[in-house]
């Protein structure tokens, strides 16, 4: 099925040209950070982990919401899932990719990456992290090839596979588990030292992901033959709108705990993130507009009148996928770090290097993206969506 990648038309090509060039000059300045060091970034003394490590904080949630779509179609016989399915677990493929390429970009000695395996320490929450990524890639690798390959023969997958399937479940649940504990699990960071962590990144993982699932499918249906289906896109619609419920009612506990515990340092990191502190004011747009975006998002996804109409549940998938970027891609990282430990207040902001690094490692995952979602409609379109029993 390989070769149905390589096939397509001008503006196929172009598409994956225009992605070929993105990466490329990230490519190019990533071997410029390589040769110069991470003083190539924002990155300082304070803030040692920037907009890499919040990319990579975010798409682990991405890649996690597969799961939203096997737990109803495996284990619970929802057959509606049955034609998108294959487009979330290449989604969960091309989200680790992205992953374990932004932690290989922000290790200033990347070749150090082999220490984890050559010397495992499995007291170490990274350890286990690059565990459970790996693993979670090579499960969804696996699950999505062979029942696409199933389905490209008309016959149902082959009994082992359910194996792997229900072991992706809780497989999926533990990336974003674990990820959390890496931050959550550090004593002087006030921000982050919650027991609401985990859950706060579930539950922007079951928001954000399928948020983006829904975009995809729809992009999917305008440009091919092959239709995942109306009723499939507002079962996920309702998914996203619970998940996304479920993380402002978690972000307001943080709050609540914050301001009116009258403890300053859980209070410092929000406040500079929404008001500013010292002076220092660089992230409280953003912040804001994360806000305001995910209170669009929320009343337009909660009322089943305006999801029933797709270009409003496009807008409003589009408006939580940016707040949640923002608010978790960036917000969430840059806020434990600031102010430090010792109280003081030392900004960070990303470097053009920096930020054309990162938009060439999301161009790397959408280029892979493509070419399997290219891959998966090739066989639909051949098949004509027929369904086969898994």
């Known amino acids: 099925m390989l070769e149905k990648a390589f096939e397509g038309g001008k503006k196929y090509w172009a598409w994956l040209f225009f992605l070929g060039a993105l990466s490329a000059v990230g490519v190019y300045y990533y071997i ?14 304070d803030v040692s982990w920037g907009l890499y490590i919040g990319q990579f904080t975010f798409l682990v949630g991405v890649a996690a919401s597969a799961v939203m779509l096997v737990i109803p179609y495996y284990l619970h016989d929802f057959k509606k899932f049955g034609k998108i399915v294959i487009l979330g677990e290449f989604l969960a493929i091309s989200a680790v990719t992205m992953c374990i390429l932004f932690i290989f970009v922000d290790m200033g000695q990347p070749m150090r990456i082999m220490n984890v395996i050559l010397h495992p320490t499995p007291n170490s929450v990274m350890f286990w992290d690059s565990v459970v990524l790996s693993g979670y890639l090579a499960i969804n690798a696996l699950v999505g090839w062979v029942t696409l390959s199933a389905d490209r023969k008309g016959v149902p997958p082959p009994k082992w596979i359910k194996f792997f399937i229900y072991l992706s479940i809780p497989w999926a649940v533990s990336i974003h588990t674990v990820t959390a504990f890496l931050y959550s699990g550090l004593p002087a960071r006030h921000f982050w030292l919650s027991a609401v962590m985990a859950a706060r990144f579930l539950a922007s993982a079951f928001a ?3 948020a983006l699932l829904i975009i995809l499918a729809l992009i999917v249906r305008k440009i091919s033959k092959f239709d ?7 079962a996920i619609g309702k998914i996203v709108a619970y998940a996304m419920f479920a993380n402002v009612f978690l972000l307001g506990l943080e709050f609540f705990t914050a301001f009116y515990s009258g403890i300053p340092g859980h209070a410092a990191s929000f406040l500079y993130l929404y008001v500013g502190l010292e002076g220092h004011s660089e992230l409280v747009p953003m912040m804001w507009t994360s806000t305001v975006l995910a209170i669009i ?7 089943p009148a305006a999801r029933k109409k797709e270009g409003l549940l496009a807008f409003a998938c589009l408006s939580l996928f940016i707040s949640l970027w923002i608010d978790k891609g960036f ?12 109280e003081e207040v030392h900004p960070y902001w990303p470097t053009m290097p920096e930020a054309l690094i990162t938009l060439g490692v999301w161009a790397i995952g959408f280029l892979i993206l493509s070419m399997l979602y290219k891959i998966a409609i090739s066989v639909r379109e051949r098949t004509a969506g027929i369904e086969i029993e898994h």
């Open 208 to 210: 954000a992901g399928p």
């Open 297 to 303: 998002s929320l009343f337009l996804l909660v009322f």
């Open 32 to 45: 410029q950070q390589f040769q110069f060091g991470l003083g190539l970034t924002g990155m300082h003394r």
């Open 331 to 342: 917000g969430l990282i840059i806020g434990g770090f600031v102010p430090n430990p010792f």
């Open 228 to 234: 995942p289906g109306k009723e499939a896109i507002q």
